[in-house]
């Protein structure tokens, strides 16, 4: 079992930068590929951004590609997602996965942590 504790959200103006941690117990953390989500009130979970288990390939979403780097740290079992150069509609509840196979959502999440981003 994991279990995943996320840190580092808050306010923020635009064009500002933070730093979501998400730690994760038990020693299985390197055995799984690790996801960033986000939702805002009566939308759906949309996906951000994710590492292989390896933490040598990631994949970003569109919207957050060139602005936000997902990276992982082994030794402190914990993966992090920057997120620079943020927008208002970058305001949501960002929730990290350990996710499954073929990348799909698994059942380990994080409790979420809220970013809002100022005009």
């Known amino acids: 079992q994991v279990q995943l504790v996320e840190s580092g959200g808050g306010l923020v103006q635009a064009g500002g930068s933070l730093r979501l941690s998400c730690a994760a117990s038990?020693?299985?953390?390197?055995?799984?590929?690790m996801g960033w989500f986000r939702q805002a009130p009566g939308k759906e979970r949309e996906f951000v951004a994710r590492?292989?288990?390896?933490?040598?390939?990631?994949y970003y979403a569109d919207s957050v590609k060139g602005r936000f780097t997902i990276s992982r740290d082994y030794a402190k079992n914990t993966v992090y997602l920057q997120m620079n150069r943020l927008k208002p509609e970058d305001t949501d509840v960002y929730y990290c996965?350990?996710?499954?196979?073929?990348?799909?959502?698994?059942?380990?999440w994080g409790q979420g942590n809220k970013v809002t981003v100022s005009s």
């Open positions: 590492i292989r288990f390896s933490g040598g390939s990631t």
């Open positions: 996965n350990a996710l499954g196979y073929d990348y799909v959502p698994g059942d380990y």
């Open positions: 038990g020693r299985t953390f390197s055995r799984y590929a």
